[in-house]
């Protein structure tokens, strides 16, 4: 991205369509005023280094998403979340490249965990993956937006994603927390409890999980299970659960905690190895053995992601798999560290 003129922000808008900077929505015009705000929320310099692709020998320095935030919408105090999120898509783990790249039209899902989320008016309650929060959809975007204009990966170029899903324009939410009868994410994970911290994730679109008649925890966590299970994403990655509060509350009330819940749902989100080889999940011919031999969704309990979201009515949790048919992408958790006032 170079500097460029304009004679008004309408043209400003025009010219960055021209010149491919945006994700397909108008994007705010960045100037040297607009983006002065955004090196003062923080305390890293302009030329520190946050993220880098090797494969495509690029980087991402704060100014660079500075100029982002502020084409995707994002008010200043939106910033130290971006920075975080970045540092925790720089980790090999997560596989920034390949999830970009690849056919299966990956996301970044972000989780906000920790005071920041009340103090920038995050959405954790209903509508949570929808529009109308300016937190949630302009940090999200502004994830894309780097994705696009620093990284390089364009759709139908460096991004092949086959039909990609609505989440790559923004995936944002916060854990709610207030609603959740469990300790937050954030904390399972280390964490202080009055610190902030952010969890990328390489994700597909959420799957609905709708369940308004059954009264036992275990009902619920056999429909949640059931749709993890599902052959269509069934591989051996990560997995993340949103759990909306009248689920939580109804597991809670039965003595379920976080620890028994991944427990249950690994153990039942499960496939026979004769279903995997006839829908073309394995290769093979269905051998006699197959129908009592199981595999499991991820490598054990700990590789869901389990966190409350959503409005307070409603029996419609969700599931949302992981990048590619395997192990290719591990979430990660970072904390909010860089703020110039404390967000903790």
Not at 58 to 85: D, W
Not at 122 to 136: E, F, I, T
Request: glycine fraction near 10%; hydrophobic fraction near 40%; proline fraction near 5%.
């Amino acid at each position: 991205m170079a500097v460029q003129e304009a004679a008004d922000a309408l043209e400003g808008i025009e010219l960055a369509y021209a010149l491919g900077w945006t994700d397909g929505l108008p994007a705010v015009p960045a100037t040297e005023a607009s983006i002065r705000p955004f090196f003062d929320a923080v305390t890293l310099p302009p030329d520190h280094v946050l993220a880098r692709m090797a494969t495509r020998q690029r980087s991402c320095t704060v100014e660079q998403a500075a100029i982002n935030a502020v084409m995707a919408g994002c008010l200043p105090e939106y910033f130290p979340v971006i920075l975080a999120a970045l540092e925790a898509m720089n980790e090999d783990g997560y596989n920034f490249y390949g999830s970009c790249a690849s056919t299966g039209g990956a996301a970044q899902f972000v989780v906000v965990n920790g005071p920041i989320r009340t103090q920038l008016e995050m959405n954790s309650g209903g509508n949570c993956y929808g529009p109308g929060n300016r937190a949630n959809a302009t940090i999200g975007r502004a994830l894309r937006l780097i994705t696009l204009n620093v990284f390089g990966m364009q759709p139908g170029t460096t991004d092949r994603s086959t039909q990609g899903h609505a989440g790559k324009y923004t995936f944002c939410i916060a854990e709610n927390e207030e609603a959740s009868p469990w300790e937050p994410w954030h904390v399972e994970q280390g964490f202080a409890p009055d610190a902030s911290a952010v969890t990328v994730y390489a994700a597909d679109a959420p799957h609905n999980i709708q369940n308004h008649i059954s009264q036992s925890g275990e009902g619920i966590l056999y429909c949640v299970a059931d749709t993890v299970a599902g052959l269509g994403a069934f591989s051996s990655g990560q997995s993340a659960v949103v759990l909306t509060p009248e689920h939580a509350q109804l597991l809670a009330r039965d003595g379920w905690t976080k620890a028994t819940i991944r427990a249950y749902i690994y153990e039942h989100a499960r496939r026979s190895v004769a279903d995997l080889k006839r829908g073309g999940k394995t290769e093979g011919e269905v051998q006699p053995d197959d129908e009592t031999t199981f595999r499991h969704r991820g490598n054990g309990p700990d590789d869901i992601l389990l966190v409350v979201a959503g409005g307070d009515a409603g029996g419609h949790s969700s599931f949302i798999p992981s990048w590619s048919r395997g192990r290719n992408s591990i979430r990660q958790t970072k904390e909010v560290q860089w703020a110039a006032t404390d967000t903790r």
